[in-house]
């Protein structure tokens, strides 16, 4: 009846849709509570119980409390994009803002059901030496932080891949202007949450 059943404030600003990750039943054998996780602008990660908003746990993928203000509003130093990515009963999260700046992008592994830990792994840099590398006209190493997407078997983040595990796995470039062989999956050259696109920016679905 479009009737509001709970509501939950977060400590900043939520960028994407959030995920809804279901349970067939728990350890016990009961049928288990749905959940609904999400990446927060203050650097947290939240999980909520989808009947009735209550907070189950949170998970600060940021590595430090640090805020600054952006666009008009205080958020963390490495925002967390909202929407979680679930591959194999594993919520993938990244946190940051660029690989050059505050010490790169951080990418973590939670088990939704209690936000332990499984896998972490960052990204900074590349730093090229500016007196020798005249850089490249239409590509260059290194990501923005933005919504993980995946091909079932990896983990994309712009020109990036990991494994399950985190891992870089990232191939080499194919082409001249950067191309690179990797798995089907969604790519958007001005990344997902990029509300001002530029000249040439596109989405597309392919290897």
């Not at 900043?12 to 350890?27: E, G, N, Q, Y």
């Not at 640090?66 to 979680?84: M, N």
């Not at 020109?159 to 950067?178: C, H, I, W, Y």
């Amino acid at each position: 009846n479009g009737r509001r059943q709970w509501s939950f404030t977060a400590g900043a600003r939520v960028d994407s849709p959030p995920t809804i990750c279901s349970f067939a039943k728990t350890p016990g054998g009961k049928p288990a509570d749905d959940l609904v996780l999400v990446g927060c602008r203050d650097g947290w990660v939240y999980c909520l119980r989808a009947g009735d908003g209550e907070l189950a746990w949170r998970f600060r993928a940021a590595p430090s409390d640090r805020r600054i203000v952006a666009f008009d509003q205080v958020e963390s130093v490495w925002p967390v994009p909202g929407s979680v990515l679930i591959l194999d009963g594993v919520a993938y999260v990244a946190a940051g803002r660029s690989s050059f700046l505050d010490g790169g992008v951080y990418l973590y592994g939670l088990k939704p059901q209690t936000g332990e830990l499984l896998y972490k792994t960052s990204v900074e840099g590349p730093w090229p030496d500016v007196q020798k590398d005249v850089g490249r006209p239409f590509d260059m190493d290194g990501v923005m932080s933005d919504v993980l997407v995946t091909d079932g078997d990896h983990l994309f983040l712009y020109q990036m891949a990991f494994d399950k595990e985190l891992n870089d796995v990232t191939p080499p470039r194919a082409s001249t202007l950067g191309d690179r062989i990797m798995g089907r999956h969604l790519i958007a050259t001005g990344g997902f949450l990029q509300e001002l696109w530029f000249d040439r920016t596109f989405w597309l679905y392919g290897n």
